[in-house]
């Protein structure tokens, strides 16, 4: 039999609910992979090349791993209604009270000032930006002291002695892998005077993804301060998570009480490192504060003000979509409204609000599978599961969680679900942790578990 043209494959592919939305070419580009691939069974094998090209486009996930911060699902959850796909055109630029050309950095930085209590803020498109561009614009060509214990790799290739390399920063290692005191900055400091690269600043990084326990000592920014002000060096915190403030004031509830968050303990945060003496905080945009994936830079307005004037502040400026959705993160943190700031809703989920929706949803997919097979033992029960806030932060931290789990590993299957629902498997099971997953799509999961459990029945 000869294989179907091209033209009336990608005409059938076109017809399957799941690909319809795909545009022509990329039918086409499928049916020819098909035909190729497989001319006897042309249209299985353009099915599946069409699937596969579907698989790869950037789509919504139900993440239902319990990972708050996935690297892997795009970090920071942000708000479905982000603001993102619906804005056309945007002032980002324009001044509307004068009509005049505007600066991008208006909005979004002012609002950042005012939560942070910073002179200066600048905003660039991720943190390892924000680190290389303050190195280049503030340390110049001269010594950046950084402790031997925080020269961390962050992951994605991110190594602070790379990236002091590449500023043009020569880096002066300081202290031990595991202590290092004040001292140590001292002598660094000292020795280096009187040689060609004196040092220029006193670099502290976040161990953001891993501790060191044991027999240790690390350095306060206070100290730091204290040390860079008699040297007129500054202190540049790059506390990579940010975490706003450690009073969690968007997290109060009427009469001002706060929930205890164990798994937060001595995560630095950014207004109590500004207040400790660092002349600047840099962190990221979607770890711990919640929002799209940028960099920012708070601090002493001349060395914000130097490195906005550096050339490399113009390769690494954030676009509008991005700016838009900081602005409605930054927004939400002064409404204290969860709603708009996913991350701090999923994380202070209370158990019993997880325990009842997983009980529901255990029921509802018993009883649709039960309808199938006479009910025999339960296909589905409510688990105890582990959340992480995960994307690099907190390392060894987790906290308790509900989720619902199923016999066999239904991974592979669940991730072919549409939206993509992306589980776990351990022991023979698979698990669904609900920390992650938006109440909304509940229903969702009921019917990707009943269609995993009993393949036969017909879908909902
Ligand atoms: C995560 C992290 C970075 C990199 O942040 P990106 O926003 O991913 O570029 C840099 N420094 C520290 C300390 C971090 O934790």
Request: hydrophobic letters at 45%; glycine letters at 8%.
């Amino acid at each position: 039999m000869r294989p179907p043209s091209v033209d009336s494959l990608a005409q059938s592919l076109a017809g399957h609910p799941r690909l319809s939305d795909l545009p022509r070419p990329l039918l086409v580009a499928a049916a020819r992979t098909g035909i190729a691939n497989d001319p006897a069974n042309a249209e299985s094998a353009a099915l599946a090349a069409a699937e596969a090209l579907k698989s790869r486009l950037i789509q919504p996930v139900i993440n239902a791993t319990g990972v708050l911060l996935h690297t892997n699902l795009g970090r920071a959850p942000l708000p479905a209604s982000s603001p993102r796909s619906t804005v056309r055109y945007n002032n980002v630029e324009f001044d509307l009270a004068t009509g005049q050309r505007g600066s991008r950095r208006t909005s979004v930085e002012g609002l950042l000032r005012q939560i942070t209590g910073a002179e200066g803020v600048l905003v660039v498109n991720n943190c390892a930006a924000a680190v290389m561009l303050s190195l280049a614009a503030i340390a110049k060509t001269g010594g950046v002291a950084v402790s031997r214990g925080e020269l961390v790799e962050i992951g994605g290739g991110f190594r602070i002695p790379d990236v002091l390399e590449q500023s043009g920063a020569a880096l002066v290692e300081v202290g031990t892998t595991n202590r290092t005191r004040v001292n140590d900055y001292g002598q660094a400091v000292t020795k280096a005077a009187s040689s060609d690269r004196p040092v220029r600043m006193l670099l502290k990084v976040h161990q953001s993804n891993y501790k060191i326990v044991g027999f240790t000592e690390e350095t306060s920014i206070e100290e730091l301060a204290a040390l860079g002000q008699s040297h007129d060096i500054p202190v540049i915190a790059d506390i990579g998570s940010g975490l706003l403030d450690a009073n969690l004031p968007w997290l109060a509830d009427k009469s001002g009480r706060v929930p205890e968050l164990p798994w937060l303990a001595n995560e630095p945060a950014v207004r109590q490192t500004l207040a400790a003496g660092a002349d600047i905080a840099i962190f990221s945009g979607d770890k711990l504060l919640g929002g799209p994936q940028a960099g920012i830079l708070v601090g002493r307005a001349d060395l914000i003000e130097a490195c906005a004037k550096h050339p490399l502040a113009r390769a690494v400026r954030p676009g509008s979509g991005v700016l838009l959705a900081l602005q409605n993160t930054l927004l939400a943190y002064m409404r204290r409204d969860l709603a708009q700031l996913p991350f701090w809703n999923m994380a202070t989920l209370s158990l019993d609000e997880l325990r009842q929706r997983a009980e529901s949803i255990v029921k509802e997919v018993n009883d649709a599978v039960d309808m199938a097979d006479g009910g025999r033992a339960p296909d589905a029960w409510v688990a105890e599961t582990e959340s992480v806030a995960g994307g690099g932060t907190l390392p060894g931290q987790s906290f308790p969680s509900i989720g619902v789990a199923i016999k066999g590993n239904k991974v592979p299957r669940l991730r072919r679900s549409s939206p993509p629902i992306i589980a776990r498997s351990t022991d023979g099971l698979t698990t669904l942790d609900l920390r992650t997953v938006d109440p909304a799509d509940d229903a969702l999961l009921v019917s990707a578990l009943v269609a995993s459990i009993a393949p036969s029945l017909p879908q909902q």
